[in-house]
């Protein structure tokens, strides 16, 4: 039978147990943005390989609080949870769309990540990067006449229209400016479009890049496309021989 000393010593090592093993099964919240990033199988990579853009190696951690080295259980499974989250975080924090865990365990894990996505302009088209004024209006290649007026400037027929999309909504006809071409035998002088960010800069005026995430697409008047393809199970014939052994 126990005496008085020993019951309170055996009472005392399992609340600094317990005390110990809670402070290592502290979860962490997924973030917001690493809820948006999508995991893919080692199947699905291979189209993420093919369709998207490589962003490169991220890291996810989670480390014992304390010194702890217990890593049974719910400890071991929250742990590798909170490992998760960081990874999908880190992923996120790149630009990632989709991300491949290739990597690792507990408490380190390690994945590919891929953006599976992309700006699509009101015009349908994908989006580039342009070169704007102080008003925020494209800066486009034009047609210079003698007394420095626009030539052949591009323009909404029959109705109201600032832009391709705006005219066909208003169900006008967009006729497009005169070619660099058109603009020579019409005695003019060809200005073209900035091409980088320094011709741009050079003038005063602002450097849009390519829309990389969804608010950037918007702020352009952009659509963000995620491609699903990547998504989807691939026939084994389309496999490679390694995926399907």
């Known amino acids: 039978m126990k005496n008085k000393g020993e019951t309170i010593g055996f009472l005392v090592f399992c609340l600094v147990t317990a005390v110990i093993l809670s402070s290592c099964a502290t979860a962490t919240d997924m973030s917001t943005r690493a809820t948006r990033v999508r995991l893919v199988s080692a199947e699905q990579v291979h189209q993420c390989e093919v369709q998207c853009e490589a962003l490169g190696n991220v890291q996810g951690s989670s480390y014992p609080v304390g010194g702890c080295l217990s890593w049974w259980g719910t400890v071991r499974k929250i742990a590798h949870n909170n490992a998760l989250n960081e990874l999908l975080d880190n992923a996120a924090e790149i630009g990632a769309t989709h991300l491949f865990v290739n990597l690792g365990d507990y408490p380190d894990l390690r994945g590919e990540a891929y953006r599976c996505a992309y700006c699509e302009d009101a ?73 980088n960010r320094q011709a741009c800069e050079d003038n005063g005026d602002i450097w849009l890049p390519v829309a990389k995430d969804p608010s950037a697409c918007e702020d352009k008047g952009g659509k963000w496309i995620l491609n699903k393809d990547v998504l989807r199970r691939l026939p084994s014939s389309s496999l490679p021989q390694e995926a399907v052994e």
């Open 123 to 195: 015009n349908s088209d994908p989006d580039v990067a342009y070169c704007v004024d102080a008003s925020g209006k494209r800066k486009r290649a034009y047609c210079q006449g003698a007394d420095d007026k626009v030539l052949g400037a591009a323009y909404c027929r029959g109705a109201d229209g600032k832009d391709p999309a705006d005219c066909r909504e208003n169900a006008g006809v967009w006729v497009p400016a005169v070619s660099e071409t058109k603009c020579e035998t019409m005695g003019g002088t060809w200005v073209p479009e900035a091409g």
